[in-house]
């Protein structure tokens, strides 16, 4: 079967959460670059593709796919009985409980995240001034929630039970951003769940080997 | 078998979207009303269930789910045979349904949501209107919007030419924005965006759930 196309620069949280997937998935990809430094995604070769102008994008034979979190409920899906297991639970009710997390990652984790990974660790260096005030908010949001991962997290294993899904995966590369290069890693490092669950789940091979490219990429 | 119980508020666009999501299935459903005005959705009773302390959640069974698109999820999966088929027919056809849920809930939901809190729910809480927040958002939902033109001059609905989960995920906020915000222009203005919520509003799954969504 011929590899799958996705496009999209690594160090993007969105392509790398796609990318995670894929490797959990043991799918064979080819990983073509997208320089967002010369906006390359506004160009009309790009649009056509993704008409938001944004990564990362899956070629799969004839199907064009966006949105991170739609690629990775597809290659779950379509790959199901290779690579990692139940990434999407065994039965009905725990593919819900695990959907139910990834809309938390979706709508509650990645908001507040974002903008500190955004404020903390890229503004400065695209000469974008730092909003202290907003920070400030977004911080409290987000350790807000972490206080209901760690209520969670002191129950269960992983977000949506004992086994990791395609949940705990969505989640992968915002706080690896937020642990590297915010300065804020205590958000994280502080909360003894939340904390033993990260160092769970970044040490699986498939997040292990994007952090290899990430250092090759950076060397070059 | 026991009734799926929603527990939601009548106002909250999350909770409307699962109701219609459970019409469209024929699914029975018994609504637990959680006053938000009352600040009920943050006792001990709700957090219990939601630790998020946001509506709505749904009980089924042993299953206790919250967010809405979640839900939607779950009710689409598991009424597979019954009602309206809101995933497509084939595992392409699903990837993109999932692919234009996501566009709602990542770059529809913001700006629209922001626009009718300042618009409706912030005078009501004694705040008044940004106008300068409800003008960017304007235009940020002006170009999506404009995409969605695109789209839809090549789609009869967001998937494909088949009514789907993402389109029903447009309908809560969209009927606030027009019929409650004043705001209808922004759809009326671009012909297959206008056309497209013509007709999925005109649902009777969806009237039925709007009917209980008029503000005073």
Known sequence: ?220 | MAAIKVHGFHASTATNMVLCCLNEKQVEYDFVLIDLLTGAHKKPQYLALNPFGVVPTIQDGDLTLFESRAILRYLAQKFKGQGTDLLGSTLSEEALVYQWCEVEGQSFNPPVSTIVSQILVVPRRGGSTDEAAVEMNIEKLGKVLDIYEERLSKSKYLAGDFFSLADLQHLPHTHYLVSACGKGDLISSRKHVNAWWEDISSRPTWQKVAENMKVN
Not at chain 1, 117 to 135: D, R, Y
Not at chain 1, 154 to 177: Q, V, W
Request: proline share 4%; hydrophobic share 40%.
């Open chain 1, 1 to 220: 079967m011929a590899a799958v196309k996705l496009y999209g620069p690594l160090a993007s949280t969105a392509t790398s959460r796609a990318l995670a997937c894929l490797l959990e998935k043991q799918v064979e990809y080819q990983l073509i670059p997208v320089d967002l430094k010369k906006r390359e995604q506004k160009k009309p070769g790009f649009l056509a593709m993704q008409p938001f102008g944004q990564v990362p994008v899956l070629q799969d034979g004839a199907l064009t796919l966006f949105e991170s979190r739609a690629i990775v409920r597809y290659m779950a899906e379509k790959y199901a009985a290779q690579g990692t297991i139940g990434l999407l639970g065994k039965s009905l009710a725990e593919r819900a409980v695990i959907e139910q997390w990834m809309e938390v990652e979706s709508q509650t984790y990645n908001p507040p995240s974002s903008f500190l990974v955004f404020q903390l660790a890229f503004a400065q260096l695209w000469g974008i001034p730092q909003n202290q005030t907003e920070i400030a908010k977004n911080e409290k949001k987000f350790s807000n929630a972490l206080d209901v991962y760690e209520k969670r997290l002191s129950e269960s294993k992983y977000l949506a039970g004992d086994e990791f899904s395609i949940a705990d995966l969505s989640h992968l590369p915002n706080t690896e951003y937020i642990v590297k290069a915010t300065g804020k890693a205590e958000l994280i490092t502080s909360r003894k769940y939340v904390n033993a669950w990260w160092e769970n789940i970044s040490s699986r091979d498939s997040w292990k080997k994007i952090r290899e490219m990430s250092e090759a990429g950076s060397k070059k």
